[in-house]
């Protein structure tokens, strides 16, 4: 079946350091990729729509400079979280939809961010 | 307004027996999907299910099935044969139009504790 996958799995770090997420297709094409932040025990929030070869679109109240997204080939996208803050762990978890359309969005297995 | 509704407490089920996640949806595009993800405590999304709009028969894979009363506006998931393994929070999406690159509604989720 389809496969995304999402890197790092974990990531701690030190408040004011930037942490780059990466979401790959492994094997299908995605014009699209999604971003979504879950808090414990909540629903995914979605953060942003990356599209291949343009900007992002990023749902209100998502800061664009906080959250860096670059879709730079049919296969991959990235999260920059930028300058991180403690306010700023959370679960980060990517989807991937095939271009042909008409199928379920593929998940990456997520990153759990901690800032110190 | 909310566009899925999952309000049912968490659920203690029985290992092998079926239990039953609810589902509502609210939208006026004719043409949508609905979507049933399962999310153990490691964190990823895994696809159960897809229904969409117009397929007159509901839904099956494997031990899920999905109870789709279009009038009702309600999506249901039937787990049959509950397993250990089932113990996770299960969440209903709904993309609304039926091309991809349209974005994900999620309901809050599910949660199923299966029991020996």
């Known amino acids: 079946g389809a496969v995304v996958s999402q890197h790092p799995s974990r990531v701690i770090c030190k408040s004011g350091t930037s942490v780059k997420i990466e979401c790959r297709s492994l094997d299908f094409q995605a014009t699209t990729m999604f971003w979504y932040r879950q808090f414990p025990k909540q629903s995914l929030m979605l953060m942003a729509t990356s599209n291949e070869g343009s900007k992002a679109t990023y749902e209100q109240g998502v800061e664009k400079d906080k959250f860096l997204i670059n879709h730079a080939s049919l296969t991959l996208s990235t999260l920059t979280v930028t300058s991180a803050h403690p306010e700023d762990s959370s679960f980060y978890i990517c989807?991937?939809?095939?271009?042909?359309?008409?199928?379920?969005?593929?998940f990456g297995d997520g990153t759990r961010l901690s800032i110190l | 307004a909310q566009k899925i509704t999952q309000t049912q407490p968490g659920m203690f089920v029985q290992e092998k027996e079926a239990v039953t996640l609810d589902c509502t949806y609210d939208t006026s595009d004719p043409s949508y999907g609905l979507f049933w993800y399962k999310q153990p405590s490691s964190g990823e999304m895994i696809f159960l299910i897809y229904q969409g709009s117009y397929d007159q028969q509901n839904a099956t894979e494997g031990r899920y099935s999905l109870n789709f009363q279009k009038a009702r506006k309600s999506a249901n998931l039937v787990i049959s044969a509950s397993q250990l393994g089932d113990s996770a929070m299960y969440f209903c999406?709904?993309?609304?139009?039926?091309?991809?690159?349209?974005?994900?509604?999620f309901g809050k989720g599910n949660q199923v504790v299966v029991i020996p």
């Open positions: 999406a709904m993309r609304e139009g039926l091309r991809g690159n349209n974005r994900l509604a």
């Open positions: 989807s991937a939809e095939d271009r042909r359309g008409n199928q379920p969005q593929h």
